[in-house]
C-alpha cells in the first residue's frame, strides 16, 4: 500500500504523503522488531556455555524490551492508519482522484516526475 500511495500521492499531495509516511514508519518498525526477534531466537538456541550463558540474559532482556518498544508503536501508527473502514478510505481516494481530474492540472505521469 505504501508504493501504491506513492503514486497517488498528486491527488492529494499533504494528505497521501503523510500516510505513505506513516506506512514507511510502521514497516520500518516492524522491520526492527522481526530483526530483534531472530537475534534473539538465535541467541537462545546457541550451544555455547561459556561467558554466553553468564551474560547472555541481561542482552536477552534488552532485546525483548526492545522489541516491545518496536512493536508498541507501530501498532500506535497501525490504529491510527487502520482506524478508517477500508471501503471509506477506498471512497476518499476515488473522491479525490475525480476531483483532481477535474482540475487543469498536469497528467498524473508529470506530476510524478517533479
Known sequence: LWYELRIL?????????NLS???RAMANLLGRAHDLSFLGDR???GNEKSE???EGHKLLAVIEVSQGDL???AAEL???FFAERPRD???RIASWLKDWENQT???LAEALVR
Do not use: C, M
Open 78 to 80: 497501525a490504529e491510527h
Open 71 to 73: 512493536q508498541r508503536g
Open 89 to 91: 478510505f477506498g471512497d
Open 9 to 17: 500521492r498528486p491527488i492529494n499531495p499533504v494528505v497521501l504523503k
Open 21 to 23: 509516511d506513516d506506512l
Open 105 to 107: 492540472a498536469p497528467s
Open 52 to 54: 554466553w550463558e553468564r
Open 43 to 45: 541467541l537462545r538456541g
